[in-house]
Protein backbone atom coordinates (compact mmCIF):
# COMPACT_ATOMS: atom_id res chain seq x y z
CA UNK A 1 0.00 0.00 0.00
CA UNK A 2 1.73 2.98 -1.19
CA UNK A 3 0.88 5.87 0.94
CA UNK A 4 2.07 3.88 4.63
CA UNK A 5 5.62 4.63 3.84
CA UNK A 6 5.77 8.48 4.55
CA UNK A 7 3.03 8.10 6.90
CA UNK A 8 5.03 5.79 9.28
CA UNK A 9 7.70 8.53 9.36
CA UNK A 10 5.58 11.20 11.42
CA UNK A 11 4.44 13.20 7.63
CA UNK A 12 2.93 15.85 9.67
CA UNK A 13 6.60 16.44 11.48
CA UNK A 14 8.59 16.59 8.53
CA UNK A 15 5.97 18.24 6.41
CA UNK A 16 5.97 21.56 8.26
CA UNK A 17 10.15 20.74 8.65
CA UNK A 18 9.45 21.05 4.53
CA UNK A 19 7.85 24.21 4.37
CA UNK A 20 9.54 26.03 6.69
CA UNK A 21 13.22 25.01 5.03
CA UNK A 22 11.30 26.54 2.06
CA UNK A 23 10.66 29.59 3.47
CA UNK A 24 8.09 30.51 1.72
CA UNK A 25 7.85 34.89 1.17
CA UNK A 26 4.40 35.81 0.86
CA UNK A 27 4.83 39.09 2.25
CA UNK A 28 7.50 40.20 -0.47
CA UNK A 29 5.57 38.53 -2.82
CA UNK A 30 8.39 36.62 -4.17
CA UNK A 31 8.58 32.94 -4.23
CA UNK A 32 11.76 30.76 -3.80
CA UNK A 33 12.77 28.55 -7.33
CA UNK A 34 11.41 24.66 -5.94
CA UNK A 35 11.29 23.17 -8.81
CA UNK A 36 14.41 20.31 -10.18
CA UNK A 37 17.19 22.18 -11.23
CA UNK A 38 17.14 22.12 -15.54
CA UNK A 39 20.17 20.04 -15.51
CA UNK A 40 18.48 17.19 -13.01
CA UNK A 41 15.20 16.37 -14.64
CA UNK A 42 14.47 13.38 -16.07
CA UNK A 43 12.73 14.72 -19.31
CA UNK A 44 12.24 18.12 -20.57
CA UNK A 45 9.57 19.28 -23.25
CA UNK A 46 9.85 22.66 -24.75
CA UNK A 47 6.52 22.86 -25.92
CA UNK A 48 5.52 21.97 -22.01
CA UNK A 49 8.12 24.56 -20.90
CA UNK A 50 6.77 27.10 -24.03
CA UNK A 51 2.90 26.63 -22.15
CA UNK A 52 4.73 27.34 -18.71
CA UNK A 53 5.81 31.03 -19.99
CA UNK A 54 2.32 31.64 -22.18
CA UNK A 55 0.54 30.85 -18.56
CA UNK A 56 2.77 33.01 -16.25
CA UNK A 57 2.70 36.49 -19.29
CA UNK A 58 -1.15 36.27 -19.34
CA UNK A 59 -2.07 35.19 -16.04
CA UNK A 60 -1.39 38.22 -13.34
CA UNK A 61 -1.99 36.06 -10.40
CA UNK A 62 2.14 35.54 -9.80
CA UNK A 63 0.89 32.60 -7.24
CA UNK A 64 -0.80 30.99 -9.59
CA UNK A 65 1.68 31.42 -12.12
CA UNK A 66 4.25 29.98 -9.85
CA UNK A 67 2.15 27.43 -9.02
CA UNK A 68 2.23 25.94 -12.34
CA UNK A 69 5.66 26.05 -13.18
CA UNK A 70 6.28 23.99 -10.01
CA UNK A 71 3.14 21.52 -10.69
CA UNK A 72 2.18 21.11 -14.51
CA UNK A 73 5.19 19.77 -15.33
CA UNK A 74 5.97 17.76 -11.98
CA UNK A 75 5.26 14.26 -13.60
CA UNK A 76 8.31 15.15 -16.21
CA UNK A 77 11.01 16.93 -14.43
CA UNK A 78 11.03 13.44 -11.91
CA UNK A 79 8.87 10.41 -12.51
CA UNK A 80 10.11 9.50 -16.02
CA UNK A 81 12.03 6.72 -16.78
CA UNK A 82 13.33 5.56 -20.34
CA UNK A 83 13.70 1.75 -20.63
CA UNK A 84 13.17 1.92 -25.03
CA UNK A 85 15.15 -1.10 -26.66
CA UNK A 86 16.03 -0.88 -30.38
CA UNK A 87 12.95 -2.06 -31.36
CA UNK A 88 10.61 -0.99 -29.33
CA UNK A 89 9.33 2.08 -27.06
CA UNK A 90 9.14 1.39 -23.48
CA UNK A 91 8.55 4.18 -20.21
CA UNK A 92 8.63 3.76 -16.88
CA UNK A 93 6.91 6.24 -14.15
CA UNK A 94 7.16 5.87 -10.91
CA UNK A 95 4.44 7.79 -8.59
CA UNK A 96 6.60 10.15 -6.67
CA UNK A 97 8.22 9.17 -3.63
CA UNK A 98 7.82 5.12 -3.78
CA UNK A 99 9.68 3.50 -7.02
CA UNK A 100 6.88 1.71 -8.34
CA UNK A 101 4.73 2.43 -11.11
CA UNK A 102 1.04 2.42 -10.63
CA UNK A 103 -0.84 1.12 -14.06
CA UNK A 104 -3.54 3.96 -12.66
CA UNK A 105 -0.88 6.98 -11.25
CA UNK A 106 1.30 6.46 -14.47
CA UNK A 107 -1.95 6.63 -16.85
CA UNK A 108 -3.30 9.50 -15.39
CA UNK A 109 0.21 11.72 -14.39
CA UNK A 110 0.80 11.55 -18.42
CA UNK A 111 -2.80 11.81 -19.18
CA UNK A 112 -2.14 16.03 -19.26
CA UNK A 113 0.48 16.27 -21.50
CA UNK A 114 -1.25 14.30 -24.40
CA UNK A 115 -2.83 17.64 -26.31
CA UNK A 116 0.72 18.73 -26.72
CA UNK A 117 2.14 15.51 -28.53
CA UNK A 118 1.85 16.85 -31.94
CA UNK A 119 4.42 19.65 -31.24
CA UNK A 120 6.96 17.22 -29.42
CA UNK A 121 7.84 13.82 -30.91
CA UNK A 122 9.81 13.03 -27.54
CA UNK A 123 6.19 13.44 -25.66
CA UNK A 124 4.39 11.09 -27.94
CA UNK A 125 7.33 8.53 -27.58
CA UNK A 126 7.45 8.88 -23.88
CA UNK A 127 3.30 8.10 -23.76
CA UNK A 128 3.77 5.37 -26.32
CA UNK A 129 6.19 3.53 -23.85
CA UNK A 130 4.23 3.70 -21.13
CA UNK A 131 1.60 2.29 -23.49
CA UNK A 132 3.66 -0.49 -24.14
CA UNK A 133 5.08 -0.66 -21.00
CA UNK A 134 1.88 -1.00 -19.38
CA UNK A 135 1.07 -4.09 -21.71
CA UNK A 136 3.61 -5.84 -20.56
CA UNK A 137 2.79 -5.14 -17.00
CA UNK A 138 -0.72 -6.58 -17.31
CA UNK A 139 0.48 -9.73 -18.91
CA UNK A 140 2.31 -10.49 -16.40
CA UNK A 141 -0.53 -10.19 -13.69
CA UNK A 142 -3.67 -8.70 -14.18
CA UNK A 143 -4.36 -8.65 -10.81
CA UNK A 144 -1.33 -6.75 -9.93
CA UNK A 145 -1.77 -3.10 -9.37
CA UNK A 146 1.85 -1.74 -9.28
CA UNK A 147 5.02 -2.67 -10.58
CA UNK A 148 9.37 -2.24 -10.58
CA UNK A 149 11.04 -1.65 -13.38
CA UNK A 150 13.28 -4.76 -12.60
CA UNK A 151 11.59 -7.79 -12.94
CA UNK A 152 13.56 -9.71 -10.53
CA UNK A 153 13.06 -7.57 -7.67
CA UNK A 154 11.06 -8.77 -4.60
CA UNK A 155 9.63 -5.53 -3.18
CA UNK A 156 8.02 -4.69 0.84
CA UNK A 157 5.24 -6.41 -0.02
CA UNK A 158 6.31 -9.92 -1.07
CA UNK A 159 5.19 -11.37 1.85
CA UNK A 160 1.56 -10.67 1.22
CA UNK A 161 -0.61 -14.31 1.12
CA UNK A 162 -1.58 -14.15 -2.51
CA UNK A 163 0.10 -15.20 -5.79
CA UNK A 164 3.46 -13.28 -5.68
CA UNK A 165 6.08 -12.78 -8.45
CA UNK A 166 9.30 -11.03 -8.66
CA UNK A 167 9.13 -7.73 -10.14
CA UNK A 168 5.62 -6.99 -8.75
CA UNK A 169 5.57 -4.17 -6.04
CA UNK A 170 1.85 -4.29 -4.61
CA UNK A 171 -0.98 -6.86 -5.76
CA UNK A 172 -4.43 -4.99 -4.89
CA UNK A 173 -6.93 -6.47 -7.28
CA UNK A 174 -8.29 -2.89 -8.31
CA UNK A 175 -10.63 -2.37 -11.37
CA UNK A 176 -9.44 0.99 -12.54
CA UNK A 177 -5.59 -0.94 -12.76
CA UNK A 178 -6.79 -1.93 -16.04
CA UNK A 179 -9.32 0.85 -16.87
CA UNK A 180 -6.92 3.61 -16.84
CA UNK A 181 -3.95 2.17 -19.39
CA UNK A 182 -7.55 1.52 -22.14
CA UNK A 183 -8.08 5.07 -21.44
CA UNK A 184 -4.42 6.61 -21.72
CA UNK A 185 -4.72 4.35 -25.01
CA UNK A 186 -8.02 5.37 -26.12
CA UNK A 187 -6.55 8.79 -26.25
CA UNK A 188 -3.54 8.54 -27.57
CA UNK A 189 -4.90 7.45 -30.68
CA UNK A 190 -7.58 9.64 -30.87
CA UNK A 191 -5.01 12.25 -31.13
CA UNK A 192 -2.47 10.72 -33.22
CA UNK A 193 -4.24 8.17 -35.07
CA UNK A 194 -1.48 5.80 -34.50
CA UNK A 195 -2.23 2.31 -34.03
CA UNK A 196 1.52 1.23 -33.52
CA UNK A 197 1.18 0.20 -29.62
CA UNK A 198 -1.86 -1.91 -30.68
CA UNK A 199 0.19 -5.01 -31.19
CA UNK A 200 -0.23 -8.61 -29.79
CA UNK A 201 1.31 -7.79 -26.33
CA UNK A 202 -1.26 -4.99 -25.98
CA UNK A 203 -4.19 -7.42 -27.62
CA UNK A 204 -3.18 -9.89 -24.93
CA UNK A 205 -3.41 -7.60 -22.41
CA UNK A 206 -6.93 -6.83 -23.77
CA UNK A 207 -7.86 -10.55 -23.36
CA UNK A 208 -6.54 -10.31 -20.03
CA UNK A 209 -8.35 -7.86 -19.06
CA UNK A 210 -11.61 -8.88 -20.23
CA UNK A 211 -10.83 -12.36 -18.61
CA UNK A 212 -10.04 -10.95 -15.13
CA UNK A 213 -13.22 -8.65 -15.16
CA UNK A 214 -15.50 -11.99 -16.03
CA UNK A 215 -13.57 -14.14 -13.96
CA UNK A 216 -14.79 -11.05 -10.99
CA UNK A 217 -18.29 -10.96 -11.72
CA UNK A 218 -18.04 -14.32 -9.55
CA UNK A 219 -21.19 -16.26 -11.38
CA UNK A 220 -19.31 -19.44 -10.97
CA UNK A 221 -16.93 -19.51 -8.57
CA UNK A 222 -14.63 -16.69 -6.15
CA UNK A 223 -12.41 -16.91 -9.06
CA UNK A 224 -8.57 -17.14 -8.61
CA UNK A 225 -7.72 -13.98 -7.02
CA UNK A 226 -7.08 -13.89 -3.07
CA UNK A 227 -5.62 -11.48 -0.76
CA UNK A 228 -4.46 -11.05 2.47
CA UNK A 229 -1.43 -9.48 4.37
CA UNK A 230 -0.10 -9.83 7.90
CA UNK A 231 -1.11 -6.54 8.91
CA UNK A 232 -2.64 -4.29 11.91
CA UNK A 233 -4.47 -1.76 9.50
CA UNK A 234 -7.33 -3.61 8.82
CA UNK A 235 -7.84 -1.59 5.38
CA UNK A 236 -5.29 -2.95 4.20
CA UNK A 237 -6.28 -7.13 3.83
CA UNK A 238 -9.51 -8.75 2.58
CA UNK A 239 -11.72 -10.19 5.41
CA UNK A 240 -13.40 -13.26 4.95
CA UNK A 241 -10.40 -15.73 4.42
CA UNK A 242 -8.84 -13.13 1.68
CA UNK A 243 -11.57 -13.23 -0.55
CA UNK A 244 -13.68 -10.58 1.05
CA UNK A 245 -17.05 -10.07 1.97
CA UNK A 246 -19.67 -12.16 0.13
CA UNK A 247 -21.36 -10.99 -3.19
CA UNK A 248 -24.41 -11.53 -5.09
CA UNK A 249 -23.40 -12.45 -8.69
CA UNK A 250 -25.61 -9.56 -10.49
CA UNK A 251 -23.09 -8.94 -13.08
CA UNK A 252 -21.13 -6.33 -11.66
CA UNK A 253 -17.49 -6.81 -10.98
CA UNK A 254 -15.85 -7.13 -7.76
CA UNK A 255 -12.91 -4.94 -7.30
CA UNK A 256 -11.04 -5.89 -4.11
CA UNK A 257 -9.12 -2.76 -3.11
CA UNK A 258 -10.56 1.09 -4.30
CA UNK A 259 -7.88 3.34 -5.95
CA UNK A 260 -7.12 4.60 -2.67
CA UNK A 261 -5.15 0.68 -2.01
CA UNK A 262 -8.11 0.52 1.03
CA UNK A 263 -10.16 -2.57 0.93
CA UNK A 264 -13.61 -2.59 -0.36
CA UNK A 265 -16.19 -3.47 2.05
CA UNK A 266 -19.01 -4.68 -0.17
CA UNK A 267 -16.80 -5.63 -3.02
CA UNK A 268 -19.07 -3.52 -6.44
CA UNK A 269 -17.18 -0.53 -6.36
CA UNK A 270 -20.07 1.10 -8.40
CA UNK A 271 -17.64 4.55 -9.47
CA UNK A 272 -15.19 1.70 -10.81
CA UNK A 273 -18.14 -0.60 -12.37
CA UNK A 274 -18.86 3.00 -14.25
CA UNK A 275 -15.23 3.22 -15.54
CA UNK A 276 -15.31 0.19 -16.31
CA UNK A 277 -18.30 0.52 -18.57
CA UNK A 278 -16.68 3.54 -20.52
CA UNK A 279 -13.10 1.58 -20.94
CA UNK A 280 -14.39 -1.34 -22.01
CA UNK A 281 -16.20 0.28 -25.01
CA UNK A 282 -12.99 2.37 -25.68
CA UNK A 283 -10.90 -0.87 -26.11
CA UNK A 284 -13.61 -2.56 -28.50
CA UNK A 285 -13.11 0.67 -30.08
CA UNK A 286 -9.53 0.02 -30.75
CA UNK A 287 -10.31 -3.41 -31.30
CA UNK A 288 -12.34 -2.74 -34.01
CA UNK A 289 -10.18 -0.62 -35.77
CA UNK A 290 -7.34 -3.20 -35.75
CA UNK A 291 -10.14 -5.56 -37.01
CA UNK A 292 -10.32 -7.60 -33.74
CA UNK A 293 -14.17 -8.22 -34.04
CA UNK A 294 -14.75 -11.09 -32.19
CA UNK A 295 -13.16 -9.52 -28.82
CA UNK A 296 -14.41 -6.10 -29.61
CA UNK A 297 -18.08 -7.63 -29.38
CA UNK A 298 -16.99 -9.42 -26.06
CA UNK A 299 -16.15 -6.34 -24.36
CA UNK A 300 -19.13 -4.87 -25.72
CA UNK A 301 -21.36 -7.19 -24.21
CA UNK A 302 -19.61 -6.94 -20.98
CA UNK A 303 -20.06 -3.23 -20.73
CA UNK A 304 -23.67 -3.44 -21.39
CA UNK A 305 -24.41 -6.34 -18.97
CA UNK A 306 -22.85 -4.12 -16.31
CA UNK A 307 -24.38 -0.84 -17.09
CA UNK A 308 -27.61 -2.61 -16.33
CA UNK A 309 -26.28 -4.15 -13.64
CA UNK A 310 -25.20 -0.73 -12.02
CA UNK A 311 -28.60 1.24 -13.35
CA UNK A 312 -30.80 -1.60 -11.76
CA UNK A 313 -28.04 -2.21 -8.14
CA UNK A 314 -25.94 0.77 -8.07
CA UNK A 315 -28.55 3.80 -7.83
CA UNK A 316 -30.70 4.20 -3.93
CA UNK A 317 -32.86 6.19 -2.42
CA UNK A 318 -31.03 8.54 -0.20
CA UNK A 319 -33.48 9.76 2.62
CA UNK A 320 -32.65 13.79 2.07
CA UNK A 321 -30.91 13.52 -1.25
CA UNK A 322 -33.23 10.93 -3.60
CA UNK A 323 -31.77 8.54 -6.20
CA UNK A 324 -28.17 8.67 -5.85
CA UNK A 325 -25.25 6.45 -6.59
CA UNK A 326 -24.00 3.94 -3.93
CA UNK A 327 -20.38 3.88 -3.78
CA UNK A 328 -20.81 0.18 -2.62
CA UNK A 329 -22.95 -2.39 -2.92
CA UNK A 330 -23.09 -6.30 -2.57
CA UNK A 331 -26.11 -7.37 -4.28
CA UNK A 332 -27.89 -8.70 -1.88
CA UNK A 333 -29.05 -4.98 -0.85
CA UNK A 334 -27.08 -3.91 1.34
CA UNK A 335 -24.39 -0.53 -0.21
CA UNK A 336 -22.18 1.94 1.47
CA UNK A 337 -22.69 5.67 1.43
CA UNK A 338 -19.65 7.75 1.50
CA UNK A 339 -17.27 9.11 -1.54
CA UNK A 340 -13.34 8.36 -1.56
CA UNK A 341 -11.20 11.42 -3.01
CA UNK A 342 -8.75 8.77 -5.33
CA UNK A 343 -10.48 8.49 -8.46
CA UNK A 344 -12.37 7.17 -9.72
CA UNK A 345 -14.54 8.55 -7.52
CA UNK A 346 -18.23 9.45 -7.68
CA UNK A 347 -17.18 13.15 -7.82
CA UNK A 348 -14.75 12.39 -10.68
CA UNK A 349 -17.42 10.37 -12.90
CA UNK A 350 -17.44 13.24 -15.60
CA UNK A 351 -13.97 13.75 -15.35
CA UNK A 352 -13.80 10.25 -16.82
CA UNK A 353 -16.32 10.73 -19.15
CA UNK A 354 -18.30 7.32 -17.63
CA UNK A 355 -21.40 9.94 -17.13
CA UNK A 356 -22.73 13.25 -17.75
CA UNK A 357 -22.54 15.91 -15.46
CA UNK A 358 -26.14 17.04 -16.49
CA UNK A 359 -27.16 13.43 -15.61
CA UNK A 360 -29.54 14.04 -12.74
CA UNK A 361 -28.29 11.08 -10.62
CA UNK A 362 -25.08 12.06 -10.73
CA UNK A 363 -26.22 15.64 -9.75
CA UNK A 364 -27.95 14.62 -7.05
CA UNK A 365 -24.79 11.84 -6.09
CA UNK A 366 -22.65 15.02 -6.17
CA UNK A 367 -24.63 17.47 -3.37
CA UNK A 368 -24.78 14.44 -1.38
CA UNK A 369 -20.88 13.48 -1.82
CA UNK A 370 -20.07 17.51 -0.94
CA UNK A 371 -22.62 17.28 2.04
CA UNK A 372 -22.34 16.70 5.88
CA UNK A 373 -23.86 13.74 5.04
CA UNK A 374 -20.79 11.66 3.35
CA UNK A 375 -18.75 10.48 6.19
CA UNK A 376 -15.66 12.01 4.39
CA UNK A 377 -16.66 15.40 3.92
CA UNK A 378 -14.07 17.83 6.00
CA UNK A 379 -14.71 21.48 6.80
CA UNK A 380 -12.62 23.56 8.29
CA UNK A 381 -10.69 26.79 9.05
CA UNK A 382 -8.37 26.33 6.10
CA UNK A 383 -10.66 24.54 3.53
CA UNK A 384 -13.56 21.77 3.19
CA UNK A 385 -13.03 18.89 0.99
CA UNK A 386 -13.14 14.92 0.35
CA UNK A 387 -10.90 12.79 2.57
CA UNK A 388 -11.10 9.12 2.84
CA UNK A 389 -10.31 6.47 5.58
CA UNK A 390 -6.95 6.07 3.66
CA UNK A 391 -5.37 8.89 5.70
CA UNK A 392 -8.18 9.62 8.28
CA UNK A 393 -10.21 12.29 9.87
CA UNK A 394 -10.10 15.39 8.81
CA UNK A 395 -7.48 14.97 6.27
CA UNK A 396 -8.49 16.61 2.86
CA UNK A 397 -7.02 15.70 -0.41
CA UNK A 398 -6.80 18.27 -3.07
CA UNK A 399 -7.11 15.84 -5.47
CA UNK A 400 -10.82 15.59 -4.51
CA UNK A 401 -10.96 19.74 -4.89
CA UNK A 402 -9.46 19.60 -8.43
CA UNK A 403 -12.20 16.92 -9.26
CA UNK A 404 -14.66 19.01 -7.85
CA UNK A 405 -13.38 21.85 -9.82
CA UNK A 406 -13.55 19.84 -12.85
CA UNK A 407 -16.99 18.72 -13.11
CA UNK A 408 -18.55 21.88 -11.34
CA UNK A 409 -20.55 24.13 -13.99
CA UNK A 410 -20.52 27.04 -11.33
CA UNK A 411 -17.75 29.51 -12.25
CA UNK A 412 -18.04 30.92 -8.74
CA UNK A 413 -17.11 27.09 -7.69
CA UNK A 414 -14.32 26.54 -9.65
CA UNK A 415 -12.93 30.32 -8.68
CA UNK A 416 -12.99 28.83 -5.36
CA UNK A 417 -11.50 25.74 -5.84
CA UNK A 418 -8.37 27.15 -7.16
CA UNK A 419 -8.01 29.76 -4.84
CA UNK A 420 -8.21 26.64 -2.13
CA UNK A 421 -5.41 24.89 -3.56
CA UNK A 422 -3.20 27.94 -4.17
CA UNK A 423 -3.87 28.73 -0.59
CA UNK A 424 -3.00 24.98 1.22
CA UNK A 425 -0.08 23.91 -0.58
CA UNK A 426 1.05 24.55 3.17
CA UNK A 427 4.10 26.57 1.73
CA UNK A 428 5.94 24.30 -0.45
CA UNK A 429 5.03 25.26 -3.65
CA UNK A 430 3.47 21.37 -4.96
CA UNK A 431 -0.04 19.31 -4.08
CA UNK A 432 0.09 16.47 -1.90
CA UNK A 433 -2.12 13.85 -1.01
CA UNK A 434 -3.72 15.37 1.63
CA UNK A 435 -3.63 18.06 4.73
CA UNK A 436 -5.35 19.01 7.64
CA UNK A 437 -8.52 20.94 7.18
CA UNK A 438 -7.33 23.14 9.69
CA UNK A 439 -3.85 23.53 8.57
CA UNK A 440 -2.16 23.21 5.38
CA UNK A 441 1.12 22.46 6.75
CA UNK A 442 0.15 19.23 8.23
CA UNK A 443 0.13 17.18 4.76
CA UNK A 444 1.04 13.63 3.85
CA UNK A 445 3.30 13.09 1.18
CA UNK A 446 5.62 15.97 0.22
CA UNK A 447 6.34 14.36 -3.30
CA UNK A 448 2.82 13.19 -5.17
CA UNK A 449 3.60 13.59 -8.69
CA UNK A 450 -0.09 12.64 -10.02
CA UNK A 451 -1.61 15.78 -7.83
CA UNK A 452 0.50 18.04 -9.05
CA UNK A 453 0.21 17.00 -12.52
CA UNK A 454 -3.55 17.09 -11.79
CA UNK A 455 -3.30 20.45 -10.65
CA UNK A 456 -1.48 22.13 -13.85
CA UNK A 457 -4.19 20.53 -15.95
CA UNK A 458 -7.09 22.54 -14.34
CA UNK A 459 -4.66 25.61 -14.29
CA UNK A 460 -4.07 25.08 -18.16
CA UNK A 461 -7.93 24.39 -18.60
CA UNK A 462 -9.09 26.77 -16.93
CA UNK A 463 -6.77 29.45 -18.19
CA UNK A 464 -7.78 28.02 -22.02
CA UNK A 465 -11.67 28.10 -21.51
CA UNK A 466 -12.17 30.98 -18.48
CA UNK A 467 -9.30 32.87 -17.72
CA UNK A 468 -11.24 35.60 -16.24
CA UNK A 469 -11.27 33.17 -12.85
CA UNK A 470 -7.68 33.24 -12.80
CA UNK A 471 -7.57 36.15 -10.60
Known amino acids: MKRRTFLQQSAVLGASV??????????????????????????SSQV?????????????????????????????????????????????????DIDAMWLRDSS??????????????????????????????????????????????????????????????????????????????????????????????????????????????????????????????GTDTLQVDGWGYPVNPIGLICSSFRPSDDCTIFLFLIPSNLFAIKSLRQSAEILRKINNTELAGKMERLANEVEQAVQKYGIIDHPQHGRVYAFEVDGFGSYMMMDDANVPSLLALPYLESVDVNDEVYQRTRNYILSKNNPFFFKGTAAEGVGGPHIGRDMIWPMAITMRAFTSTNDEEIRTCIKTLAATHGGTGFMHESFHKDD????????????????????????????????
Open 18 to 43: LASKLSFATEANTFPNVRVAADKRHF
Open 48 to 96: IEDVIKEFQKNVKNPELGWLFNNCFPNTLDTTIYDESTASKKLTYVITG
Open 108 to 233: AQVCPYIPFMKKDPKLKNLILGLINKQSQCINIDPYANAFYNDPTKKGEWFSDHTKMKPGIHERKWEIDSLCYPIRLAHRYWKETGDTTPFDAEWVKAQENTYQTFVEQQRKENLGPYNFSRTTSR
Open 440 to 471: PKKFTRHWFAWANTLFGELLWKTYKEKPHLLV
